[in-house]
């Protein structure tokens, strides 16, 4: 089973980060811009949340909100479930199930490193079944 970190070194480690002041309109164009789903949001290098589409939906479109005034902190998920390098697809898969989480920051000895999104863990799933399936196949038919 693949780990996060070999994912990383795969996907890229390009991270997109917003600070806790920042307006939601500007994070969401941003969101838009680099086509991403979630955004992490950073102060003096410390991850202090993760503001997501579910945040923006949830938090400032049902409670009639404006999105240009209010900064991304009011509405950020402020208690932020990272994931270490190390760790392996199937324990990310499970901790992203029972958290109801899309997005996981990747922290290496407390620095940012990356992000996994469900659609990262499940491209590294349906790689590595296809990898068992060819290796069946070979000798199946030698």
Not at 28 to 38: F, K, N, P, S
Not at 47 to 53: C, L, M, R
Not at 74 to 96: D, F, G, H, W, Y
Not at 113 to 132: F, H, Y
């Amino acid at each position: 089973m693949k780990t996060l970190g070999q994912i990383l070194q795969t996907k890229g480690n390009e991270t997109w980060t917003v600070a806790p002041d920042t307006t939601v309109f500007a994070a969401l164009e941003l969101m838009a811009e680099r086509d991403i789903g979630a955004l992490v949001v950073v102060e003096d290098d410390d991850v202090v949340g993760i503001f997501s589409e579910r945040d923006y939906a949830r938090k400032v479109i049902l409670a009639g909100k404006s999105s240009r005034t209010i900064p991304v902190s009011s509405i950020m998920t402020k208690n932020v479930i990272c994931v270490r390098p190390e760790q392996t697809v199937n324990k990310c898969m499970a901790l992203m199930t029972e958290k109801h989480v899309r997005h996981l920051p990747v922290l290496d000895n407390g620095k940012l490193v990356g992000v996994i999104s469900i659609g990262d863990v499940v491209k590294s799933v349906i790689n590595e079944q296809q990898v068992m399936i060819t290796h069946l196949e070979d000798y199946i038919y030698g």
